[in-house]
């Protein structure tokens, strides 16, 4: 298992870890997403970070600080499912203490089968993320009859949502 | 595990704030109602379970092609959008 070290000294420190999917890979403590009710299936970890991958930027891997094996791929919602409205449920909102839209995201977690053959998404449970507390929840819909694996579209549209 | 025996329209009590009540009987289904703050979430455990599975599922996936020193902290907050609230 990979050990964390801190390098630089500061109020704001750089640490740089060794992750067994990513290999090493340097963040900064304030970039640090705190899950308090941890993940469903993984109840235990709190601490995450938001990887991507160059030239892979559509896809964002929530790794875990607390068991670096842990990894989950995700994606925004709405590259893919540009019509994909979600209501927040009212715990949602208290507990993740939700303001102004712009202060939060919402991520979806990506499934892909053996080979990539074929993608699912979580548009069921978004990830959602406040930006401002840096503090993250899934959060399971209470309408819209969304699927915990919908189908990505092969040719998925051009990620123009929102630009 | 606790068990209780209830009848029909009889109630339990969790803590001081959530109340179940056996609302409807029909063989072997049994409709309850949940009277609960809106600051907690309700679910039916299949769902839950399933949203398990699914980040399990996700978490287990064959590694990236990339190399590895290609991953760096993602930018959550460039040209999302957010959703609605209720």
């Known amino acids: 298992m990979s050990v964390t070290e801190t390098i630089v000294e500061s109020a704001d420190p750089v640490v740089t870890v060794n ?6 890979c340097s963040y900064r403590e304030s970039e ?3 899950f308090p009710w941890g993940l469903p299936g993984f109840a235990s970890l709190r601490r995450f970070i938001a990887l991507s991958l160059e030239g892979r930027e559509r896809f964002v891997w929530l790794q875990s600080l607390d068991d670096p094996a842990i990894a989950l791929p995700s994606a925004d919602p709405w590259q893919i499912f540009p019509d994909y409205a979600p209501r927040l449920p009212p715990y949602a909102i208290s507990s993740l203490e939700l303001g102004r839209p712009e202060d939060f995201t919402l991520l979806c977690v ?3 089968s053996p080979g990539a053959v074929e993608m699912t998404m979580n548009l069921l449970a978004p990830i959602v993320v406040n930006l401002r507390t840096r503090t993250g929840r899934q959060v399971t819909l209470e309408t819209g009859g969304y699927s915990v694996r919908t189908p990505i579209p092969r040719k998925a549209p051009a990620a123009t949502a929102g630009a | 595990m606790l068990v209780l025996s209830r009848k029909l329209n009889q109630a339990i009590m969790i803590g001081d704030d959530v109340r179940i009540v056996v609302v409807a009987v029909d063989r072997d289904t049994v409709k309850l109602g949940i009277e609960a703050p809106r600051t907690i979430p309700v679910h039916r455990s299949e769902v839950y379970e399933e949203i398990q599975r699914t980040n399990r599922a996700a978490a287990g996936e064959p590694e ?3 190399p590895a020193e290609r991953a760096k902290v993602a930018d959550l907050g460039k040209g999302r959008r957010a959703p609605s609230k209720e």
């Not at chain 1, 992750?19 to 090493?24: A, S």
């Open chain 1, 19 to 24: 992750l067994p999917r990513f290999g090493t």
């Open chain 1, 32 to 34: 640090v997403l705190d």
């Open chain 1, 110 to 112: 990506v499934v892909a």
């Open chain 2, 64 to 66: 990236p092609k990339a």
